[in-house]
């Protein structure tokens, strides 16, 4: 099987055909008309000026709440390091996403799993842990089309959240990189507008929405917080990429962004679509729920197939899945996370077929 051939299910990344390159293209000869100096300097750690601005005309804060990254993951970085000692408690969701939970191990803290439901974090849950006498740094949710199950936290429980966190005096961080990818139903409000006790720190991206090559992303919260960052984000790199920021920008201002996002959305609501379709008629063993938005579809497979041995077993057919035992420190053995962004309507079917036929065979 060579590597053209293999159908990816595990990249959370768009495809190169939902990709506005055209546009980016004359968002960056805009940028480089326009902004020829601030473009090609150094700038400072806090980002491009006028996309810092941007970003925070879009959640309605002061740009002195706003830092602009290489991506979200390294505003994830920025904050998990600026507040994460090792020893420390801090809670995510069971499951959640692994790059951040791997982050969190590394610095060495004391992770607690909260079980994720259709309609977010268990809060029932978390108050238990809480009255236990675990005082976590940090909670970090993912709130809308979660990474990777797929679900979105409720109305009624961000007011939830937002309550135990003054209470507990923990931080909310609502990393939330893929709200605008909506398929149907409405936005909730983020937990960063209803924050009154500067307990929300928000990051988000335009990876989802532009494109991953841009590596563009950031943090929003209370400006001293985000003014200790910017400190060492400029002993750490000086600046991030002005080029790139400056091209997002023009992107963001010409209006071309919220055609992006109409692409993407009607893109990948099709394909999640199909993949249920397809899950239904190939895999009929497997529970799931079909996402309202975002980039993944989370299965539960029978007890008997093990992800372990079924992750080699569908590379070996030409199909990529991620392993439900990524996103847990404990558990995830019979589940798997699709990703259906990288992939096209008619790959779909035959790679679903590709993982049936792997089951299969372990099971004979
Ligand atoms: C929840 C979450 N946070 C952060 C990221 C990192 O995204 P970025 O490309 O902006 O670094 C991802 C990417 O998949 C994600 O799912």
New binding site residues.
């Given amino acids: 099987m060579t590597a053209e051939q293999l159908i990816s299910f595990a990249r ?1 990344a768009p495809s190169l055909d939902i990709i506005d390159v055209q546009g980016l293209k004359d968002a960056a000869a805009r940028a480089f008309d326009t902004d020829p100096a601030g473009m090609t300097a150094y700038g400072t750690s806090v980002g491009y000026v006028p996309l810092r601005k941007w970003i925070a005309e879009k959640h309605g804060v002061s740009p002195d709440q706003v830092i602009v990254t290489n ?4 505003a ?1 970085a920025f904050l998990f390091n600026h507040l994460v000692k090792p020893g420390d408690d801090v809670v995510v969701e069971s499951p959640t ?1 692994d ?2 939970l791997l982050s969190l191990q590394n610095l060495g803290a004391k992770v607690h799993q909260v079980t994720l439901e259709p309609d977010g974090i268990d809060v029932a849950e978390l108050r238990e842990l809480l009255e236990s006498g675990v005082r976590p740094k940090l909670a970090h949710i ?1 709130p809308n089309y979660q ?1 990777p199950a797929g679900v979105t936290l409720s109305a009624e429980k961000r007011r939830d959240l937002l309550a135990l966190a003054a209470q507990y005096e923990f931080l909310i961080f609502e ?1 939330d ?2 709200v605008d990818i909506r398929f149907r139903g409405d936005a909730l409000p983020s937990m960063l507008s209803q924050d009154t006790g500067n307990v929300v720190v928000h ?1 988000s ?1 335009f ?1 989802k929405t532009v494109c ?1 090559g841009v ?1 563009v ?1 950031y943090l929003v919260g209370p400006a001293a917080l985000i003014d200790a960052i910017a400190k060492k984000a400029t002993n750490l790199y000086i600046s991030p990429g002005m080029v790139s920021e400056a091209i997002v920008h023009q992107f963001c201002v010409s209006g071309d962004i919220d055609r992006s996002i109409a692409t993407v959305s009607k893109a990948l609501g099709e394909r999640a679509r199909v993949l249920g379709e397809a899950l239904r008629k190939h895999i009929p063993g497997a529970t799931f729920t079909e996402p309202d938005g975002g980039y993944f579809l989370w299965v539960d497979l029978p007890d008997s197939v093990d992800v372990d041995r079924l992750f080699p077993a569908a590379m070996k057919k030409g199909v990529a899945i991620v392993k439900g035992t990524d996103f847990f420190t404990d558990g995830g053995r019979h589940s798997m996370r699709l990703a259906f962004s990288a992939v096209t309507v008619d790959q779909i079917e035959e790679g679903v077929r590709r993982i049936a036929a792997a089951m299969d065979e372990l099971a004979s």
């Avoid at 991506?71 to 390294?74: D, R, V």
């Fill in positions: 959370g991506g979200s993951l390294q994830d996403y790059r951040t993912i990474n990393d990189p893929y990051a991206s990876t991953p590596r992303g």
